[in-house]
């Protein structure tokens, strides 16, 4: 099974990450947690994004499409970067991520999300 992992930005928003000793420790950790990720085979792709006031979101409303450039109001809500796994089973995504090193320098979130495979579109 196939999964999006989602690093949210938490309350601090794209300001939350800011070059520090304690960034780059966090930043060392992560790279020892891809390290086990990419040796367990687990790891398909991961990166990090810019700051939302660097994007832009497309609405969608029938023939007619809005372009809002960033930042985005709800900062908590960004995200901040990503992993695409291959595990077993859910619990086994859960298991992963919490073994992750918190992501961001205060309180985060990381969602899951299954990828729709071919049998689960026939």
Known sequence: ??????????EGGDKAFVRSPETTEMLEEMG??????RDAGVLLAADGLKPSSQ??????????????DGPFAETKEVVAGF????????????EWVKRCPNPMPGP???????????ADLT
Do not use: C, H, Q
């Open 83 to 94: 992993w695409l796994w291959e595990v077993k089973d859910m619990d086994e995504a859960v």
């Open 32 to 37: 020892k947690f891809n390290d086990a990720l």
């Open 55 to 68: 994007g832009k979101r497309v609405w969608f409303d029938g023939p007619r499409r809005t372009v809002v």
């Open 108 to 118: 985060s979130e990381i969602e899951i999300r299954p990828l729709y495979e071919a």
């Open 1 to 10: 099974m196939r999964v999006m992992v989602l690093v949210k930005t938490g």
